[in-house]
Every structure is written in C-alpha cells, then in structure tokens.
C-alpha cells in the first residue's frame, strides 16, 4: 500500500519515473567475456598477465615459422605507425604502441565503450637466431607483419625495426 500526502510519505508509484532498465546478468556476463579475453590472448600466447594489464589492451598476435623466415603477425588497428616501436632484444621480439582515443569518444557522454585505447607492449619469444639486419616490417589496414629472416647464429644486442 502506498500512502499519499503528509510527512514523510513517497511520491506514488506512477507520479515517479520508470527505472532504467539494468539487467545485472548482462553486466557480469559482459564482465566475464573481457576477463576471459584477457586470460586467452595473454596466457594462451605464452605471455603474463602482466604484459596485458588489467586496465590495458594489448593486440592479438599470431607468431608463424615459414622457410627462412619467422613471421610476427599484429592485429594493431587505429595505432599510428610513428607510435608502432618493434625491436629484437635477448631472442624475442618487441612490439609497442599507443592507441589514442577517437575523437568521437571525446565528445559527449559514452553510454557504452567497448574498444580500448592507450599504450601497450607485446613481447614473444623468438624459437631460433634471426639474421637481425634483414628485418622488415610493414603496416597495412591495421596489421602490422615483421618477418625475421632465420639466422645460422644470433646476437643479444637490441635492434630497433623501422615500419614501412
């Protein structure tokens, strides 16, 4: 029963605004699919949790092994090439960047964001020597690709990649 009127009583029900509508079990399923591409793609690649960051994104990365050659594959989309750094130190390889934020997600209030921005580092061990003075690199509709020529022996020194 719903008093009306006098001290302290509540506005009816139907005077009062509807609720939003906010289904919780959506909320912690969305939780639960971000967690569980957190864990895969870092742990999955032979990462650490660290590498990924809780609040972070890091892109997905497919490491390949062709005749001659190791072939790093990023998905690094909306990254600016001056921003992509990719070295070769101690036998793996380096991958770092930084997504700015659209500029529409600066206007106005996000209802709902789901794409991550800011900066992020992959590294992935590399299986053999490389030859570090035939690296290339190259950026084309957000998917960076190094190919890393195999080498007979390798050195530990830090090579940084230019992307072409």
């Known amino acids: 029963m719903i008093r009306r009127g006098g001290r302290g009583s509540r506005p009816s029900r ?9 289904d919780p079990l959506r909320e912690l399923a969305g939780l639960k699919d971000r967690l569980n591409r957190l864990f895969e793609s870092t742990l999955r690649q032979g990462g650490s949790l660290d590498e990924a960051g809780l609040a972070g ?9 062709e005749t001659g050659a190791y072939v790093l594959t990023a998905e690094v989309p909306g990254v600016p090439r001056p921003s992509l750094k990719v070295r070769v130190e101690s036998g793996r390889v380096i991958v770092e960047g930084d997504r700015p934020q659209a500029p529409e997600m600066r206007r106005g209030q996000p209802l709902r964001v789901e794409r991550s921005y800011g900066r992020f580092a992959r590294s992935l061990p ?7 003075r035939s690296i290339e690199a190259r950026l084309e509709l957000g998917v960076l690709e190094v190919r890393l020529p195999k080498s007979a022996r390798g050195r530990a ?8």
């Open 57 to 65: 994104w890091a892109p997905a990365c497919e490491l390949r092994e």
């Open 126 to 132: 590399l299986p053999g020597a490389i030859d570090e």
């Open 14 to 22: 139907a005077a009062a605004a509807p609720p939003a509508a906010w």
């Open 157 to 164: 020194a830090a090579v940084p990649i230019r992307v072409r």
